[in-house]
């Protein structure tokens, strides 16, 4: 039906927990994977004298998507009664994080997974806490590995009441928290009859409660210039329209360089029948414009409304998670990128560090590897930005050290916004 939802979800947790399991076993249960290819893969497994894994579904499935046809292998679909669902995955742990800070996995909503018999670990925590800072506000608990554990109702209530209260520590409420056993289908698809004392949701109705995302077409509008390209006697400025929307004849201004125009006309992808043209473009769109005059733009500066611009600005306070080996400190040099743009930065104050796995604050001047902290940076040249509370497409940052990601956070505010050119 036309009216279907889509979500957008991720599923984390501790390494061997089961992720891969229960992603294997959702897809068989809502019919992404065919009876046949699952006889043909536990025949391989039999030949091979190896038990049957359900992650060697997506072992198999990624390895079709190697042979060509998409060129997204980190995106897994399937439905539940009323939701499209995008699940998005990546192979590696540290692929997975890198996916989640620059944006390439924008999910609405999460699972966070837990093996019974081994409970909440420093990487669930940590998992937790990223899913905080990336603004990821729907999180359901799956507690895997039931039959681990004699599907015993204390030991799941340990860990319910220990992951609860480390989520409300970040002010995120668990929608769910799930007993479950991936690997022998309990409380996946259908209520589990080994767990008769929980009455709550099973993954697929947690799958189907969670909201999509708040349209992005609510918020101011936002461009990020991808590219200027010289056609003819053209100039088309190319982007994708983040948040808000778009029309022939509105005026519109370009930050930080603070330049304005009139939208003279929209090309956009796929191209309108002939004989119609497009006049309008919402949220979600790639575009490419033609302005009324010429104005020199570049990649990296953000199109939007006169009356509601982001802020032009070269010094930002950034709540940031923390990936690489050498630690953060004062006079760490930087690449920063915030949508389209890219500039050099320096940290010019520390404020204050946070240890994920206690949820516990101090004084340093260095952030750590997998720790979290808040810094003001200073940029080479000014850039546009958003706090992400205003706009979370514009106010957020991927880090680079080394050519590598090496971290990602949220814009808290946007400090010395400069005046803007006349
Ligand atoms: P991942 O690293 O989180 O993706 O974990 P996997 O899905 O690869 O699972 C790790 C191991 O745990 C595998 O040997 C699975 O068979 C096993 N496993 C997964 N789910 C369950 C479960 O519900 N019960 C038990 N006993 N083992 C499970």
Redesign the pocket.
Known sequence: AADRQLVRIVIV?????????????LLHETGGITSQKLEQLKEISARRGM?F???FL?DSLQAERDQGITIDTSQIRFQTPSRDIILIDAPGHAEFLRNMITGAAQADAAFL?I???EGVRDQTRRHGYLLHLLGVKQVAVVV?????VGFEEATFRAIETEISAYLAGLGVRASAVIP?????G?GVSAHGTRTPWYDGPTVLEALDRFEPARAAGDLALRMPVQAVYKFDDRRIVAGRIETGSLKVGDEVVFQPSGKSAVVKTIESWPVPPAGQELTALDAGAAAGLTLDREIFVERGEILSTPAARPHATRRLRVRLFWLAEEALEVGTSLIVRLATSESRATVAVVHEVVDPGHLSTFESRRIGRNQVGEVELLLSRPIAADPHGLNPRTGRVALELGGRIAGGGLVISVLDAEAVPA
């Open positions: 947790g501790h390494v061997d927990h089961g992720k891969s399991t229960l992603i294997g076993r038990p894994e359900w992650s997506l997974l093996d019974a018999a895997n590995k039931m039959d681990r479950i056993s991936a690997r022998e309990d």
